[in-house]
C-alpha cells in the first residue's frame, strides 16, 4: 500500500487529517478535536463490474471496522458499495464514510495513477492458479514444486514466486525444517475469489449460448461430453437449495458435439455459459468442479439466493478444510 499517497488523497480531497499505525495496521482519521475514526485498511487493489458481488461478499465478513481501500471506484461502484454499507476510500478521492455524526459520500472523481501492485496483494493469473490448486487439494501445499506446477498448468518458475507472495503477505510459513503451512485460509479463499472473478475467469470464457432444449441440456451426462458443471447448476447438485437460471459449463474444448446435440447458439445474452477448465488434477465428484469454485462463482452475483447458497456451500463443503 502506497499509504502516503493515500494520506495526501484523504488530507487534500476529503479535507480530513490522517495517520497510519503501522505496528496496529490502523487507518486513524480525525475529524474534530480529540475525536478520531479507527479503520482497518483492507486492500484490493482492482474493483469492476466483474468482481464488486464478491468484494461486498469479503467486506461483510470483516470486522465493523474495516474500511475497503482501493485504487478507483467509478460513479456506479461507489453507489453500490454504499448502497451496500461498505465504506470506503480509493486513491482518486471518492470515499464512503457512514459513521455518525459523521457522513461522507463522495463519487464521480476521475481516475489518479497508480500502480495496482503498490496497493495490495495483486494476483496475475499464474498466481490464482497456483493458488486453486493449494486451497483445492488438501496438503497441496507439501507436494514438490513440479507436481504443482503440473496440476495448476503454469511454468515451473511461477510456483517460487508465488510461494514468496504468500510469504510475504502471510499466507504462507515455512518452518525451520522447510515443512509448508498454508496459513490465514479463509482469508486466502476470499482474496482468491476477488482476483479470479476480476482475472483470470474473463479469459476463460467459450462464449454464451441459448437452446429451445434447456431440460435436456440440463439431463446431459457430463462425462460423455468430457465436461463438469459449474457455477448455479453444479450448486444445485451439492445443496438442492437453488434452482438454477445460468447453466455453466467447464470444458477442455468448446464441446463441439454437445453444441450440435442440444442446439446451442451463441447469444451474448444467453443463459448457457461455457468456460475452459484450467486445472489439472481429478475433482472429488466427477460431475461437478471443485467446491471453491462452486462457491467462487456464486459469490460473483448480487442474487441473494446465490450468495446464500454460496453460504451453504461454504459450510457443508469448505470451512473445514479453511481452519
Known amino acids: 500500500m502506497n ?6 488523497t484523504i488530507r487534500n480531497k476529503l479535507s480530513l487529517q490522517c495517520r497510519y499505525n503501522k ?7 480525525s475529524i474534530k478535536e480529540n475525536k478520531e475514526l479507527i479503520f482497518k485498511p483492507e486492500l484490493i487493489a482492482n474493483i469492476d463490474r466483474s468482481n464488486i458481488a464478491a468484494v461486498i461478499n469479503h467486506m461483510k ?4 471496522n474495516s474500511l475497503l481501500i482501493t485504487r478507483h471506484a467509478n460513479k456506479l461502484l461507489a453507489e453500490e458499495l454504499q448502497q451496500a454499507n461498505v465504506q470506503f476510500i480509493d486513491y482518486s478521492g471518492n470515499a464512503y464514510i457512514n459513521e455518525p455524526p459523521i457522513f461522507i459520500f463522495v463519487k464521480g472523481e476521475s481516475l489518479q495513477k497508480v500502480s495496482a501492485s503498490e496497493l495490495a496483494f495483486d494476483l496475475n493469473s ?10 483445492a487439494i488438501k496438503d497441496a501445499i507439501s507436494l514438490t514444486y513440479r507436481e504443482i506446477a503440473k496440476m495448476s498448468g503454469v511454468a515451473l518458475g511461477s510456483i517460487n514466486k508465488t510461494f514468496l507472495m504468500l510469504q510475504k503477505y502471510n499466507y504462507l510459513i515455512i518452518k525451520q525444517n522447510g515443512d509448508r503451512i498454508l496459513a490465514n485460509k479463509k482469508e486466502l479463499l476470499n482474496k482468491w475469489c476477488i482476483a479470479y472473478a476480476e482475472k483470470l475467469r474473463p479469459k476463460l470464457i467459450f462464449g454464451k449460448f441459448s437452446t429451445d432444449l434447456v431440460d435436456e441440456l440440463k439431463e446431459a451426462k457430463p462425462y460423455d461430453f468430457n465436461f463438469l ?17 445460468i447453466i455453466t459449463l467447464y470444458a477442455e474444448n ?3 458435439k454437445l453444441q450440435l446435440k442440444f442446439r ?5 445474452y444467453g443463459n448457457i455459459e461455457l468456460l475452459k477448465k ?16 462452486v462457491y467462487a462463482d456464486l459469490l460473483n452475483s448480487l442474487d441473494e439466493r446465490n450468495q446464500e447458497t454460496a453460504s451453504l456451500i461454504y459450510e457443508q463443503y469448505i470451512k473445514k478444510e479453511m481452519e
Open 278 to 293: 484450467f486445472w489439472n488434477f481429478n475433482n472429488e465428484d466427477a460431475t461437478v468442479v471443485p467446491r471453491i469454485l
Open 61 to 64: 465478513h470483516l470486522d465493523k
Open 3 to 8: 499509504i502516503n499517497q493515500l494520506i495526501l
Open 264 to 268: 446451442l447458439k451463441s447469444n451474448a
Open 229 to 245: 458443471w459449474g457455477n448455479e447448476i453444479a450448486a444445485s447438485q451439492l445443496t438442492h437449495y437453488l434452482k438454477p437460471k
Open 254 to 256: 468448446n464441446l463441439p
Open 23 to 29: 505496528k496496529a495496521n490502523q487507518l486513524v482519521i
Open 126 to 135: 499464474a498466481n490464482i492458479k497456483i493458488i486453486f490448486v493449494l486451497l
